[in-house]
C-alpha cells in the first residue's frame, strides 16, 4: 500500500478548506486519510432556514464533503471522483454551535465508490447520517489551486 504523502494531505486540506463555498459555509477539512475525512462547521445565522434550525443543505453539503475525501485520498495521482448519488437522514434538529461530520470509505473500485458520513452536534449527538455513491474521473483535479507536492512518498 502507498503511503500518503503529508506535505500533499496539508497542501489540500488549505486549498479546499479556503475555497469559495467552504468560506460560505464555515467548513473546514480537519483531517483527511485513506478511508476517513473529519469536516467541521461552525454554525451561524446563514446556517439557519426560516423556523431557526439549520437547513438540510446544510447537514447535505457536510456529509457529501466528508463522504468524498474518505474516498479520495487512495486514487491515483491525477485522478478524481464526484458524486453521483447522495442519500441523507435528518436526525435531529441543532440551532448553534459546531458541527463534526466523520467520513468513511466503504468500497473504491475502478469506476464507482461508496462512502458514508455521520454529523455530530457539539455534545456528540447524531444529527444526520448519509451515504454517498461516487464515479471516478481520472484526469479531474483541483481546479485553479497551487501545484500540489507529490500525493504519494
Not at 463522504?67 to 453521483?84: D, N, Q
Amino acid at each position: 500500500m502507498k503511503t500518503l504523502n503529508p506535505a500533499y494531505v496539508q497542501a489540500v486540506r488549505e486549498t479546499v478548506s479556503g475555497s469559495p463555498f467552504f468560506r460560505h459555509l464555515s467548513m473546514t477539512i480537519r483531517e483527511m486519510g485513506i478511508g476517513c475525512a473529519i469536516v467541521d462547521l461552525d454554525v451561524d445565522t446563514e446556517h439557519l432556514q426560516a423556523f431557526g434550525y439549520v437547513h438540510g443543505g446544510v447537514y447535505a453539503s457536510a456529509i457529501d464533503t466528508a463522504a468524498f475525501w474518505s474516498a479520495f485520498c487512495e486514487l491515483e495521482e491525477g485522478t478524481g471522483i464526484t458524486t453521483v448519488d447522495l442519500k441523507v437522514n435528518y436526525l435531529a434538529p441543532v440551532q448553534a454551535g459546531k458541527l463534526t461530520a466523520e467520513g468513511k470509505r466503504i468500497k473504491m473500485g475502478k469506476t464507482l465508490g461508496l462512502a458514508e458520513a455521520t454529523v455530530k452536534d457539539a455534545q456528540g449527538r447524531v444529527v444526520a447520517h448519509g451515504t454517498s455513491t461516487l464515479i471516478v474521473l481520472p484526469g479531474f483535479g483541483l481546479a485553479g489551486g497551487p501545484a500540489l507536492p507529490p500525493k504519494f512518498i
